[in-house]
């Protein structure tokens, strides 16, 4: 199992993701929880080995990066408005996650 996700590009991405806003806590965390929820929808389409069901979960995730106010504006931030240091993190992250999902597409 460790060695399949250390090849999956998309899980990886997602694992990363997960920890970091869980580290930054709330109220970061349901976006972890979203993306957990990603996550397990593409290690079920590996596990069945079905092209149809991964097929759906990276639309899923590549549609987080649609429009104004989705996934790809989300800043870490204080309640007060103070940008966190894992910003720059995330955002390489993000992309990451963008770039695996959109290799995954046929």
Same mark, same amino acid.
């Given at each position: ?19 970091? +806003?869980?580290?930054?806590?709330? #109220?970061?965390? @349901? ?6 929820? +990603? ?11 079905? #092209? ?7 639309? @899923? ?8 106010? @989705? ?12 940008? +966190? ?20 597409? @046929?």
């Amino acid at each position: 199992m460790a060695a399949a996700l250390e090849q999956d590009r998309v899980r990886q991405a997602l694992a990363a993701l997960i920890e970091l +806003l869980e580290s930054v806590g709330q #109220p970061f965390a @349901s976006y972890a929880e979203g993306l957990r929820n +990603l996550d397990r929808q593409v290690e079920e389409a590996r596990d069945r080995n079905s #092209p149809e069901l991964l097929q759906h979960a990276v639309r @899923s995730i590549l549609r987080l990066y649609g429009g104004m106010g @989705s996934f790809a504006d989300l800043i870490l931030q204080t309640p007060q408005g103070v940008a +966190l240091p894992e910003q720059d993190e995330f955002y390489a992250l993000q992309q990451q996650l963008f770039e695996a999902a959109r290799d995954e597409l @046929s």
